[in-house]
């Protein structure tokens, strides 16, 4: 199935440092979204973006949509322990592919 | 805001049987839904794509007549998994909107998922 490229793979980090993650695609998408998912439950959307160049924060979350619509990053600033999980982007037109995934730890 | 309830959230089951996944909107009417696998560790793959009334559109690779998919009413979707084997098990989530996802507000709720395990 198709999926999108998604780096880093891991990250283990201290609280308080901040946090890069971005995805990449050979397609352009409509719309941009970031997911967390946590062990045994479904994802939650986090952050929605909707046109090329789009800047949107949500707290210490911060996204951006690419330019040429076929990229998208993720930023955690001041990271804390509850912000650990798997963190996937998502490209939609008509229907929603997922990032490979990126698992953050944080150590208090 | 938007709940999608999945049921049920785990089942185990014989080599052989079938199972039924059920996808319900609770608050609002969803005219597609989304149904993912998910293997441990991974991402979640696209498997069939299902709008009200209408046949579902499978993703490359998966197989139609072993992954049934009924979309028969705006806040009800269903999935089974036919003559299930070992290989089978996994995490099926389903996800659903209620506007189509070309229309630009392409945000879709998830169900928690369902975990299957193929005996």
């Known amino acids: 199935g198709q999926q999108l490229n998604q780096s880093p793979q891991s990250m283990f980090i201290q609280e308080g440092e901040d946090v890069s993650m971005n995805c990449t695609s050979s397609s352009i998408f409509n719309t941009w979204l970031w997911y967390k998912q946590e062990p045994g439950e479904g994802p939650v959307l986090l952050i929605a973006l909707y046109k090329a160049g789009e800047l949107t924060s949500n707290g210490r979350l911060t996204a951006q949509f690419g330019i040429t619509r076929k990229d998208s990053f993720l930023n955690i600033s001041a990271s804390i322990p509850s912000d650990v999980g798997i963190y996937f982007c998502?490209?939609?037109?008509?229907?929603?592919?997922f990032g490979t995934g990126t698992l953050l730890a944080v150590q208090p | 805001g938007a709940v999608v309830s999945q049921h049920p959230s785990w089942v185990i089951c014989k080599s052989g049987t079938s199972v039924k996944i059920e996808c319900r909107s609770l608050d609002f009417q969803a005219t597609t839904m989304f149904w993912y696998r998910q293997f441990p560790k991974k991402s979640l793959m696209l498997m069939a794509t299902?709008?009200?009334?209408?046949?579902?559109?499978?993703e490359q690779g998966v197989e139609k007549d072993k992954f049934l998919i009924n979309h028969a009413s705006l806040t009800l979707s269903t999935l089974t998994v036919t003559s299930a084997h070992p290989e089978d098990s996994s995490f099926y989530i389903c996800?659903?909107?209620?506007?189509?996802?070309?229309?630009?507000?392409?945000?879709?709720?998830f169900g928690a998922g369902s975990r299957l395990t193929v005996l």
């Open positions: 299902s709008n009200e009334g209408s046949k579902a559109t499978y």
């Open positions: 996800s659903a909107t209620d506007r189509f996802l070309t229309s630009g507000a392409n945000v879709l709720t």
């Open positions: 998502g490209g939609a037109t008509n229907k929603l592919i």
